[in-house]
């Protein structure tokens, strides 16, 4: 079994920052892709996730064209635990962030973190 725990959403001004962190535990096997998802309000069903980021055990990462050049992904193959930087946070960035990691045996989510980008 895997677990993912999430930390550091919360609340923050428009044009803000926050990182989010995920640390997998567990038996895991070959973690080849780890990132991140996003749904935000009223997007209730889990197709209407948006990916955010990935980033490949070698380091190459891909983006939403929405976050490109305020996000960075980045992690730690060590510790199996992948970040989130964000930089000039907008309001249409509110969401609740899920991580997520892709194992041989599948993959695995996390149980979310909250962004909320108000003033």
């Known amino acids: 079994q895997v677990q993912l725990v999430e930390s550091g959403g919360g609340l923050v001004q428009p044009g803000g920052s926050l990182t989010l962190s995920c640390a997998a535990s567990?038996?895991?096997?070959?973690?080849?892709?780890m990132g991140w998802y996003r749904q935000g309000p009223g997007n209730e069903r889990d197709y209407e996730r948006e990916?955010?980021?990935?980033?490949?055990?070698?380091?190459?990462?891909n983006y939403a064209d929405s976050v490109k050049g305020r996000f960075t992904i980045s992690r730690d193959n060590a510790k199996n635990t992948v970040y989130l930087q964000m930089n000039s946070l907008k309001p249409e960035d509110t969401a609740l962030f899920y991580c997520?990691?892709?194992?041989?045996?599948?993959?695995?989510w996390g149980q979310g973190t909250q962004v909320t980008v108000s003033s």
């Open positions: 997520y990691i892709d194992t041989m045996r599948g993959r695995y």
């Open positions: 567990g038996t895991i096997d070959s973690p080849w892709n």
């Open positions: 990916l955010v980021a990935g980033i490949w055990s070698n380091g190459l990462a």
